[in-house]
């Protein structure tokens, strides 16, 4: 049975490509809009893994994953931001929320398929 990954991020175009990347690679793929519509999508589902970038509007990436590892069944969950921030303070934010790792937009595919693959055998 294929893992599901949570891609949540407010630029439709960017969504598209980390899901054909990760589908091309044999996943499930649901996707949230902003933090706040990952929660519900999230919510209803089973979540192996979750990519999210880190501005977004009504809830972004640091406030998702505070609410995601607030709730027991995301306490382990890996969480990726996938994001152009590359200052050190936002990746220690991102660390303290619970984030497990951090990607570089633009992204590269084979990476991203590499990491994940690491995160969720």
């Known amino acids: ?17 980390v899901s054909h990347t990760l589908r091309g690679a044999g996943f499930e793929v649901i996707q949230g809009v902003n933090g706040a519509d990952a929660l519900k999508v999230a919510a209803g589902a089973t979540v192996h893994l979750v990519v999210t970038d880190f501005n977004m509007p009504v809830m972004g990436g640091v406030d998702l994953i505070q609410r995601l590892r607030a709730m027991p ?12 921030e590359t200052e050190e303070s936002r990746k220690s934010q991102a660390r303290a929320a619970g984030a497990t790792g951090w990607v570089t937009k633009p992204f590269d595919p084979e990476r991203l398929v ?7 055998p």
């Open 1 to 17: 049975m294929a893992k599901t990954i949570l891609i949540v991020d407010d630029s439709a175009v960017m969504r598209q490509m």
């Open 73 to 84: 069944k995301f306490r382990f969950t890996p969480i990726l931001l996938l994001t152009t």
């Open 114 to 120: 590499r990491l994940v693959n690491q995160l969720v």
